[in-house]
């Protein structure tokens, strides 16, 4: 009960905290780069889990190929998971590709998922539990159109899977 407290007190305060520095971030001078920040849902094909979440996206001054590259940063809380508290975080950076006259762009990149699993278990002998982290290299491909996303992610390494995962930014200019 107090960790389930205690994440969500973490979770409220990560959210303040980008929700609070979002307008500073996304202004460089006179250079404006496009920023936001929204709910997502998504699914492991592996392991039939269904999470939740957060993105935060932030254009970059890098480019590649004469794309500007985007720094995308995801939070995901498992729902179904037998007991266990599962929670992911995956920094990336993405490559959208612009596509003249139209609203979609194809988005892929790479990252790291840092991906950490607790189980708590009470017994009348006292309480038992452990944890691990996991960090895996994640490999995504996608689509943009304006504050909408939906992408897939491989990952792979220890606890490797398929993930898909779909949202939208409701807050900042990429709207």
Known sequence: MLKNRLSSMALSAATMTVLAVTPLLAQNGNDVRPIGF????????NGSNPFIGGDFRMGTPWMLAENALMFNADFEYFLDTGGATVISVQPALLMPFVLENSPVQPVVGAGLNIQRVSVDVATAGGNFGGASTDIQLALIGG???RAFFAD?????????????????????NIL
């Open 38 to 45: 929204g709910p997502l849902v998504g699914f492991e094909f």
């Open 152 to 172: 897939l992610s491989r990952r792979i390494g220890s606890g490797s899977g398929l993930f898909a995962r779909t949202g939208f930014l409701v807050l900042g």
């Open 143 to 145: 689509i943009m159109v």
